[in-house]
């Protein structure tokens, strides 16, 4: 017959047994999975800083090709910024609302956020897809190279973040506040707020500087 640890209980909503930590009283935010997650981000921005350097290296190798200065839009991408750097804002609004334990409020909040991300990628895709039909593709120099596949894999980060969003509307939604949807959102809230200062990094070395060369 199989026994059960002293400290462990069984939680209807994630049905599988759950460790009860002494000190812990419920907390999402005491959590191992927490540290795993900052372990995670960790490489995350190793790999960010890869793409970086590589950028830094091939930043001036235009192989006769555009610059900087000749494709960049920067009121677009400074309405671009504005529009994460809100949905930081927004997301942090989630957060307050379900320490509050505001279920609706959270989902509102969670909702706009993903919208705010949508528009993001949306209007990321509309630059490549200028840049494209200019002429301006991947292939057309170390430069470009380097810019389409940084700011690319930003964008396919937001992209996941913004299906995780849906993701935990839908078990919001179905099971509540409950524990370990309170962590998934506290994991969810580093990992928006991570890309966020990504995305300044980007702004600045990539946009800024290729238009003051």
């Not at 504005?82 to 609706?104: C, E, H, N, P």
């Not at 993001?120 to 895709?125: A, H, K, P, R, T």
């Not at 396919?156 to 309170?182: A, D, F, P, S």
Request: charged share 15%.
């Amino acid at each position: 017959m199989a026994t059960t640890a002293p400290n462990a209980r069984f939680d209807r909503d994630t049905f599988h047994l759950v460790e009860e930590d002494a000190h812990d009283h419920g907390s999402a935010h005491a959590s191992p999975v927490l540290l795993g997650f900052w372990i995670y981000l960790m490489s995350d921005a190793l790999l960010f800083a890869a793409l970086f350097a590589t950028y830094g290296v091939l930043s001036t190798s235009f192989a006769g090709g555009p610059a900087p200065r000749d494709i960049f839009e920067l009121e677009l991408v400074a309405l671009n910024t504005a529009i994460l750097l809100v949905s930081s804002i927004t997301y942090g609004f989630a957060m307050l609302a379900m320490d509050k334990g505001r279920q609706k409020a959270t989902q509102g909040w969670l909702a706009l956020t993903a919208l705010l991300g949508i528009s993001f990628v949306s209007i990321e895709l509309y630059e490549f897809g200028v840049l494209i039909g200019e002429g301006a593709t991947p292939q057309r120099s170390g430069f470009l190279s380097a810019f389409f596949t940084l700011v690319g894999t930003h964008g396919l980060h937001v992209t996941l973040g913004i299906i995780w969003i849906g993701i935990m509307l839908v078990q919001v939604g179905k099971h509540g506040l409950n524990t370990i949807n309170r962590r998934r959102l506290t994991c969810l809230s580093m990992f928006w707020h991570f890309l966020d200062v990504i995305w300044i990094g980007v702004f600045s070395f990539v946009y800024l500087m290729g238009m003051v060369r």
